[in-house]
């Protein structure tokens, strides 16, 4: 996920692979640099490569599973560590009740591990501070044969907020937005040109589970 300071908007942003080893997230890696948001991006402000996003279709990338696991591995450090997994697991139940995929937490190991990081104290990749990027997610390209696979990172310089946000970005930042949004690029699903849909590239308020990402992930996994 991505932010422009000066519009008060944030880019959904996700790791399309590059950092795998498959020749397949090569192949994704290079294509997410001539994907369609890249002109969303360029309408938003100055943008890192590997903020573009994915370009392939809905079930290209999947769990070859029927259960996925999940485990919060830490704790932001501006926000309750209780409210902000309460709102992780919110997110996860979202998709968990219209998918036949079950998504469990677990407390050790987990398909999808979420980790709060700083700069480039950790994860694939390095964050930026406050503002702009805020979170990175792991498409499945191996479905699930990879650790990386699913894996989302949480920007920890940000100012995570549960519930209610009155702030505008990067003064605030929604954590049960951005992760539904991060869920869904876990489960495999590229961004949505809607701008009203969950998986939109650029945020700019409070967001749920849309009924086109339902219809995109039910497509993928069947529906509940
Ligand atoms: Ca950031
Ligand atoms: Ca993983
Ligand atoms: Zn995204």
């Known amino acids: 996920m991505q932010s422009n300071r000066n519009v008060g908007e944030h880019k959904l942003e996700m790791i399309a692979g590059v950092l795998l080893l498959s020749l397949t997230a090569v192949l994704v890696a290079t294509s997410a640099r001539t994907a369609p948001v890249a002109a969303l991006t360029g309408s938003t402000g100055p ?3 590997a903020s573009y996003g994915p370009e392939f279709a809905p079930g290209t990338y999947r769990w070859n599973k029927a259960a996925v696991t999940y485990r919060l591995a830490n704790c932001p450090r501006a926000l309750d560590c209780a409210a902000a997994h309460g709102a992780v697991r919110t997110a996860m139940a979202q998709w968990d009740a219209v998918i036949a995929l079950s998504l469990d937490e677990v407390t050790e190991g987990g398909d999808i591990v979420i980790t709060w990081v700083s700069g480039n104290d950790g994860g694939p990749t390095t964050f930026d501070g406050r503002g702009r990027v805020t979170a990175y997610s792991v498409i499945p390209v191996s479905g699930g044969a990879n650790p990386l696979d699913g894996d989302i990172y949480f920007d920890n310089d940000e100012n995570w907020v549960a519930g209610p946000t ?10 049960q937005t951005i992760a539904v949004h991060e869920i869904g690029h876990a489960l495999g699903l590229p961004h949505s040109g809607d701008p009203v849909s969950t998986m939109y590239p650029i945020y700019t308020n409070v967001r749920g589970l849309t009924q086109d990402s339902v219809l995109a992930v039910q497509g993928i996994y069947g529906a509940q």
């Open 47 to 49: 943008t890192p490569a």
């Open 166 to 175: 009155a702030r505008p970005f990067p003064k605030e930042a929604h954590l």
